[in-house]
């Protein structure tokens, strides 16, 4: 049940339909919080918030995703997120310390990262 629930969630995502999946993301984070996906199900409820200007919502979990990130990958997503989570709450500092962090690492942030600390 909470597979489906997940699928759907990844359909809305992928549609740009982020209060949709952010209702069944936490649904299954819910049903199943220590269930191997849950990680990245949180970070994609982290970005989802932050597609719906829901900062505040999205830095709880940023921040606890980059205590023990899941993968080299999925931490210099959660450290670009956290970036822009940052920024948009008006934390700059704390912003460019990342964002400094990514542009000097081979990474799919790198040139994004350099383009915003211009």
Known sequence: QSLVGLQR????????????AILDFKQYIHDRPMA??????????????????????????????KQSPPSIQEKLAIDWYLAKAYWDSGQKRNAKKLLEELAQQESPYKKSAQQLLE
């Open 9 to 20: 969630a990844l359909l809305a995502y992928n549609s740009s339909n982020y209060a949709e």
């Open 36 to 65: 191997d996906q849950t990680p990245q199900v949180q970070l994609y409820l982290a970005i989802s918030y932050l597609a719906e200007k829901k900062t505040k919502d999205a830095l709880p979990i940023l921040l606890g995703l």
